[in-house]
């Protein structure tokens, strides 16, 4: 069982930047799907990015999509989630998933991971 571990989080103002960060262990790194999801208070966790094994395709939620990067550093076993103009709606915690086999494909739904790491904060202030 991989364990994830995620950092980086904190409190941004509107329009500022924050990188979060998610080291794993406790298998083959490169083997996995990475990805990103976060839950506001009160709501359901949604999908926010994700990056395939040799990072050679990602997928954004429409959310995401042109503010936020997904990364992965297979060396550091690694994976990188970069935000810009953070919008207070982006408030929640953010989680890291992994996985290797999929039945549904592409795999935006929290049913479609078995590896989660604790989650980081993410606060932005209006």
């Known amino acids: 069982q991989v364990q994830l571990v995620e950092s980086g989080g904190g409190l941004a103002q509107t329009g500022g930047s924050l990188r979060l960060s998610c080291v794993a262990s406790?298998?083959?790194?490169?083997?996995?799907?990475l990805a990103w999801f976060r839950q506001a208070p009160g709501k359901e966790r949604e999908f926010v990015a994700f990056?395939?094994?040799?990072?050679?395709?990602?997928e954004y939620s429409d959310s995401a999509k042109g503010r936020f990067t997904i990364s992965r550093d297979d060396d550091r076993d690694t994976v990188y989630l970069s935000m810009d103009n953070l919008q207070p709606e982006d408030t929640g915690v953010y989680y890291c998933a992994a996985e290797q086999l999929f039945d549904n494909w592409p795999p935006r739904a929290p049913a479609d991971f078995s590896s989660w790491g604790q989650g980081t904060q993410v606060t932005v202030s209006s």
């Open positions: 990056i395939v094994r040799g990072g050679t395709a990602t």
């Open positions: 406790g298998g083959t790194f490169s083997n996995w799907l």
